[in-house]
């Protein structure tokens, strides 16, 4: 497949190489003076400052750490999971909906949010596995950035030795999409996702994003089901896009893998008008 600006191609390499105010329907109307915040306000507003609390770099724990890295990126790379999850993205459609995100642009960034420790557990490192043979597999996907405020120094030096960039700030999930981003966030907390959405709730950004994490068609009819407040208050962004939303669930194959991806999926934005993102306070 030929290289162009508007065309994702496929590197075989493995292992080793503006909105609408919705006002009370009930009791007197009140006129509320505010002013509404863009995305890269809120964002702004949200950043604080990071580092890992251990300070101290331990080289055994990074070697043993790195081993078992490159033991599960193998495992990783030789399952019927990742096959077919290549197999999935590659279908026309769903490939059709990255080609879109992309637009004109030669490479989408990658950030990765709430992955885990990568020391203490399989599922964290089978997620980071993933996401960096789909950056060494596909061409199209830029430099990986990383963030977890769990994460050691340890881990921090293991992660940038795979060729991963380790946030120093903690965005708590408010980049904004200035330019096509795929956001890496598997079982994440539905408040990261809102505040995502919240971050990018303007038609430009969110044609930016590719969010693959767990599925939205799941929290709504969850909530559906519950009418738990606190659920309704953290996925208030995620029932809103459901409209706009193609979501594509991926297939986790074996129970290797269910613990790391289950009710995963992929998730396109496609709002055309301001005015349909319905403003939510």
Wanted: hydrophobic share 40%.
């Amino acid at each position: 497949m030929a290289a162009s600006a508007k065309t994702l191609t496929i590197d075989n390499h493995t292992l080793d190489g503006d909105w609408t105010v919705v006002l009370p329907r009930r009791g007197k109307q009140r006129r509320h003076s505010f002013r509404m915040r863009s995305p890269e306000q809120l964002q702004q507003q949200q950043q604080q400052p990071w580092a890992p609390i251990d300070l101290e770099t331990d080289a055994v724990r990074k070697l043993k750490l790195m081993q078992k890295m490159q033991i599960c990126m193998k495992k990783m790379e030789n399952s019927p999971f990742y096959h077919t999850l290549l197999d999935q993205i590659q279908t026309p459609e769903i490939f059709c909906c990255f080609h879109r995100v992309l637009g004109s642009e030669m490479k989408m960034q990658m950030v990765i949010y709430g992955i885990g420790s990568i020391e203490s557990y399989e599922p964290p490192r089978l997620q980071l596995s993933l996401a960096i043979l789909l950056k060494r597999k596909f061409s199209w996907i830029g430099d990986i950035e990383v963030f977890d405020p769990v994460l050691s120094t340890t881990e921090c030096q293991v992660l940038e030795a795979l060729g991963c960039s380790v946030l120093s700030i903690n965005e708590q999930g408010q980049r904004c999409a200035q330019k096509p981003t795929m956001f890496f966030m598997p079982h994440c907390e539905s408040m990261l996702y809102d505040n995502l959405l919240r971050a990018n709730w303007r038609v430009e950004l969110l044609n930016h994003v590719v969010l693959f994490g767990n599925s939205f068609d799941a929290y709504e009819k969850n909530v559906s089901y519950s009418k738990n407040s606190t659920m309704v208050d953290s996925t208030r962004h995620i029932l809103a896009i459901r409209q706009f939303t193609k979501e594509f669930r991926i297939q986790t194959v074996s129970d290797d893998y269910f613990g790391a991806f289950h009710t995963s999926s992929w998730h396109f934005f496609s709002p055309v008008l301001e005015t349909e993102l319905q403003y939510i306070d």
